[in-house]
């Protein structure tokens, strides 16, 4: 699985959105996109994925740049509760051990 | 509904102890997949089954850890005569395919593991 770069933080203000980076330039045509977050002392949660299309659902927005080296996840409206740890990553769609290889994430640090 | 659960969710063993620790996943999910989080990294693979078929343990970091998952549900991993750098939560996850492809992965809330 190719591999990502994402900042170690980030802050972002209550209501404002919060847009998360991640270079993946060695990703290959057959790996999606996948994020996932993390909050204190929970599992990791699903939040979006996609191949090469820009991505919208009820969490959040994946825009993947036309290279695919690159995507930003956007939480349009950050609260408190989006505090978390965001993983981002790439992936083959098919295979019958599809292991989710995690790097060191970005925590987002939602404040008033 | 009901998530993947897991249990104990905290788990203190002194060192050379053996310990169990048990996951259960959503209902009808073929898929199961254990990690290990160290303390701030990011979850490491240890292991994978489909079913009751261990297809995938090139994560586990010494054979004093043993997965299993005998009737292709509730499964347990074992940590045989833990060590201090055993120390970390160990998280479960499931989900519905027979590939795991696009399916996304359920995670419980892990289990953590003090050894001392």
């Known amino acids: 699985d190719a591999k990502t770069t994402q900042p170690p933080s980030m802050d972002c203000a209550e209501g404002r959105a919060a847009n998360l980076p991640c270079n993946h330039s060695t990703i290959s045509g057959n790996e999606y996109v996948y994020w996932y977050r993390q909050i204190h002392s929970q599992g990791p949660q699903y939040i979006i994925h996609g191949l090469k299309n820009n991505e919208t659902n009820e969490m959040a927005s994946l825009i993947i740049t036309e290279d695919r080296k690159s995507s930003t996840l956007i939480l349009p409206h950050a609260t408190l509760r989006d505090t978390a740890v965001y993983y981002c990553?790439?992936?083959?769609?098919?295979?019958?051990?599809?292991?989710?290889?995690f790097g060191t994430g970005t925590r987002l640090q939602v404040t008033l | 509904g009901a998530g993947v659960s897991q249990s104990p969710r905290y788990k203190v063993a002194k060192r050379g102890q053996d310990v169990a620790l048990r996951c259960d996943p959503i209902s009808g999910h073929v898929s199961l997949f254990w990690y290990q989080q160290a303390l701030g990294q990011g979850p490491e693979f240890l292991t994978y089954f489909q079913n009751e078929a261990q297809l995938d343990k090139s994560g586990l970091p010494s054979d004093r850890f043993f997965a299993e998952r005998p009737e292709g549900s509730v499964s347990t991993l074992k940590i045989q005569r833990t060590q201090q750098e055993d120390s970390a939560v160990y998280l479960c996850a499931s989900n519905q395919g027979r590939t795991g492809s696009l399916v996304t992965q359920y995670f419980g809330p892990g289990t953590r593991l003090t050894v001392l």
């Open positions: 990553i790439v992936r083959v769609s098919t295979g019958t051990a599809s292991k989710l290889t």
